[in-house]
Every structure is written in structure tokens, then in C-alpha cells.
């Protein structure tokens, strides 16, 4: 009987390892392949669309997979291509984005579109204060940073546009496997 256990646990602990990296790939190509360089000062000159996976990781299959694939997979972005002093603070911010949203999600037991839209309207407010901060320490003024702040709206607003309508029915498809 213990080994049964032991096997549907490995199982389980494999399957989020695979949607955990899963998820980080597609948080990393979405990030880095599908995005709109703007010629806006600041960090606001890159919308992209790797929230989209980092939401859908998030309200499927939970606020871990969401902190892993938005930290992990826009942290690479950075590394990748070269904004390497951007890394440390999108693994945290980004992370925290996919936490939180992630944990909205899960706790309100409300209309998933509901629930979710709120998700994504706290993960925004991170992204906005979080970057504003990383770019005051970056930039050494407050009034560049300022820049980034449209950008960062349209970013998340058209993720959560892509996300919300669909999200409860891809965790109910979901939640069968």
C-alpha cells in the first residue's frame, strides 16, 4: 500500500516539474519573441506578452507555478538578452506577480472572472511599484522611472484581456487530468 502512495506522490511531483517548465518556456518565448519595442524612456520601451503564461500558470495550476514561471521565465529573458541588471529584480517582481495573482485565484470564491480580474489588477500594481523601484535604484532619479509606467499598463491589461475570459475554463479542462 506505502508504495502505491509513493508512486502516485513521484507522479504528481513529476507532472508539476513538467507544467513548472512548461511554463517557463513559454513565459520566456512569449517574453522574448512577441513583444513591441516603443521608443518611451525608461523601461517602458518593451511591451511583451509574457504575462500571458505567467497568468495562465497561475490561475490553473496555482500561485507556485505562477511565481516560478514569471520569475524563472522573464529572469532569463533578462539574462538572455542582455539586461542582466534587470534579472535580479524581474525574478522577484515577476515572481511575486505570479504569487500573488496566483493566491487571488485560489482564496476568493468568487466568479473565476472575477477573482482573476482582481488577480490581475493586484499583479499590475506590483509590476508598476516594483519596477518604478528597480529603476530609481538603476536610473539614480525618480522622475525617469516615471516612463515605464504606461508600458507596464498596456503589458498587463492586454494580458489580462487574453487571460480572464478564458482562464476558469482551461482550470476546469485541467483539473480532469
Known amino acids: 500500500m506505502n508504495t502505491n502512495v509513493n508512486t502516485v506522490s513521484a507522479r504528481s511531483k513529476t507532472k508539476m516539474l513538467v507544467i513548472n517548465g512548461l511554463f517557463i518556456a513559454l513565459t520566456l518565448v512569449a517574453t522574448m519573441f512577441i513583444n513591441i519595442r516603443l521608443p518611451m524612456i525608461g523601461n517602458g520601451?518593451?511591451?511583451?506578452?509574457?504575462n500571458v503564461p505567467l497568468f495562465f500558470g497561475a490561475f490553473v495550476f496555482g500561485k507556485k507555478t505562477g511565481a516560478i514561471a514569471g520569475g524563472i521565465g522573464m529572469g532569463l529573458f533578462d539574462l538572455i538578452s542582455g539586461w542582466t541588471a534587470?534579472?535580479?529584480?524581474?525574478?522577484v517582481i515577476a515572481g511575486l506577480m505570479g504569487y500573488v495573482s496566483g493566491t487571488i485565484s485560489e482564496k476568493l470564491k468568487i466568479?473565476?472572472?472575477v477573482a482573476n480580474t482582481i488577480a490581475v489588477a493586484a499583479a499590475l500594481a506590483i509590476k508598476i511599484i516594483g519596477y518604478y523601484f528597480a529603476e530609481v535604484i538603476l536610473f539614480?532619479?525618480?522622475?525617469?522611472?516615471l516612463g515605464s509606467i504606461p508600458g507596464n499598463i498596456v503589458q498587463v491589461a492586454v494580458a489580462g484581456a487574453i487571460v480572464i475570459p478564458f482562464a476558469g475554463k482551461l482550470k476546469k479542462i485541467a483539473m480532469k487530468y
Open 45 to 50: 520601451g518593451l511591451i511583451h506578452l509574457g
Open 140 to 145: 539614480g532619479n525618480w522622475i525617469t522611472p
Open 86 to 91: 534587470w534579472a535580479p529584480f524581474t525574478l
Open 111 to 113: 466568479r473565476p472572472v
